[in-house]
């Protein structure tokens, strides 16, 4: 039973340019959140897709967006990169209707110089 | 961003040691997830607590969701090397929307 799956693992961008970041759910779940995670910090929720559409989202600005597609795979998308972007991007499925157990993938590091 | 408040913020024990550690928020939440995060991985989930006063417990892990839903215990039996790493809670309020914890970081002396 495959777990959650992020790619790439590392990102070295530039201030400015634009990042999508990938993720795969837990075999049998529907939705996904992407959190982001700064250096010593807890996870900071970004949004929650569900039904291919964004059903929460926290205090992020409009430069991040997401898509979850048909087979409730999902990608996050930075736009106009900013230093304070660097961090471990944390993707997580659960399955609606039982619960809140949310499961983790290991992350992308994303750097931005 | 919003986090919850954990305490202790790092702790050193000896091997075989009991642990404690809780999380506080000044607002109400319906569900309280427990994690461990090694360095370099996601977090994992430990345990998941969906009812006020509910003590639910996985394996040495016993975690408690407190009467008043603003706070969560989590306790860990007879310590070993390998609980190293950094706790976190997580509540769940109405809304899909987790707030994390600020995390406890914990240390075992063999």
């Known amino acids: 039973d495959a777990g959650v799956t992020q790619s790439p693992t590392h990102l070295i961008k530039t201030r400015g340019q634009q990042v999508t970041l990938r993720c795969s759910p837990k075999s049998g779940h529907d939705t996904v959140s992407w959190y982001q995670q700064a250096l010593g910090q807890g996870p900071q929720f970004i949004f929650q897709?569900?039904?291919?559409?964004?059903?929460q989202r926290g205090n992020f600005p409009d430069r991040f967006s997401g898509h979850q597609f048909p087979n409730y795979s999902s990608e996050l998308n930075v736009n106009a990169l900013l230093l304070g972007d660097s961090a471990l991007y944390l993707c997580a499925s659960s399955r609606a209707g039982l619960g809140y157990e949310q499961y983790f993938g290991p992350g992308t590091r994303l750097t931005v110089t | 961003g919003q986090q919850l408040n954990q305490s202790p913020q790092s702790m050193f024990i000896q091997e075989g040691e009991d642990v404690s550690m809780n999380c506080t928020s000044s607002?109400?939440?319906?569900?309280w997830l427990w994690y461990k995060q090694d360095p370099g991985e996601g977090p994992v989930l430990l345990i998941a607590?969906?009812?006020?006063?509910e003590l639910t417990s996985n394996g040495r892990l016993t975690a408690q969701f407190g009467i008043t839903r603003k706070d969560s215990f989590l306790n860990i039996s007879a310590s070993i090397p390998s609980d190293v790493g950094i706790y976190f809670c997580?509540?769940?309020?109405?809304?899909?929307?987790?707030?994390f914890g600020t995390g406890t970081r914990l240390k075992v002396l063999a």
């Open positions: 997580a509540g769940i309020s109405g809304t899909y929307k987790y707030i």
């Open positions: 607002s109400i939440f319906n569900t």
């Open positions: 897709y569900y039904e291919e559409e964004e059903r």
């Open positions: 607590l969906y009812k006020a006063g």
